[in-house]
């Protein structure tokens, strides 16, 4: 069935820090990918997704770019705020599916 | 503001009780999704409602049931409640059956207790 994986945390960096979380997945077909982020107290809200091999998602500074042929879909942001302290899931939606795959997330911490 | 509502915030309970969750979603949305998340298990897909209609059960125990209402609001019953169902439970919201590619609207989410 399909699986996603990512990297364990808790991730702790620095402000200004360059960030990169990992997750790969496996899938059949050719699902679309997210990143959710979980803020503390609160419901996931979607920053991006793609939906096809190639595409880059990018909001607020995250990037993740679609790689069918590493099957991942790496989370990068180029200088990490305290704000972006939460836990972010990496997700996937295979075509026609109507149930969504996510990983078990992975804790940011961003020190001042 | 997600849009998406859940009552009540908290809720503490006794084992073998039941109780009866609440979702609103966004205006719009005729999907919606239940999530239970824990430590250990992480966030689980539990079932899926289109505009009345179940549509996809994930790992869903058979002392869970639910179900979505005419005005699309969607209630989520948990009986027989173990200490292990305490959780935090989730419901989301999309504009349509999902093709794959919908974005998925969260609520606060309800903190589960059982004592």
């Known amino acids: 069935g399909d699986s996603v994986t990512q990297m364990e945390g808790p991730v702790t960096l620095s402000e200004e820090a360059f960030l990169t979380i990992n997750c790969t997945y496996t899938?059949?077909?050719?699902?679309?990918l997210f990143w959710y982020v979980q803020y503390p107290g609160e419901g996931l809200q979607l920053l991006l997704k793609?939906?096809?091999?190639?595409d880059k998602g990018s909001n607020k500074g995250f990037e993740a770019t679609y790689r069918k042929e590493t099957t991942s879909f790496h989370l990068e942001k180029g200088s990490v705020q305290v704000s972006d302290s939460a836990v972010y899931f990496c997700a996937l939606s295979a075509f026609g599916s109507y149930i969504p795959t996510f990983g078990r997330g992975t804790s940011l911490i961003v020190h001042p | 503001d997600s849009g998406v509502t859940q009552t009540p915030k908290h809720l503490i309970t006794a084992t073998g009780q039941r109780v009866t969750l609440r979702c609103s979603p966004r205006?719009?949305?005729?999907?919606v999704y239940w999530y239970q998340q824990s430590l250990d298990q992480g966030l689980q897909f539990l079932i899926q409602?289109?505009?009345?209609?179940?549509?996809a059960k994930g790992n869903i125990l058979e002392r869970f049931s639910a179900q979505q209402f005419p005005d699309l609001h969607s209630e989520l019953n948990l009986s027989s409640l173990e200490l292990g169902d305490s959780a935090l439970y989730f419901c989301a919201s999309s504009v349509v059956v999902s093709t794959g590619t919908d974005t998925q609207y969260f609520g606060p989410g309800t903190r589960l207790t059982v004592l």
């Open positions: 793609a939906t096809k091999a190639d």
């Open positions: 205006s719009g949305d005729l999907s």
């Open positions: 899938a059949t077909g050719y699902p679309s």
């Open positions: 409602y289109y505009n009345g209609e179940e549509r």
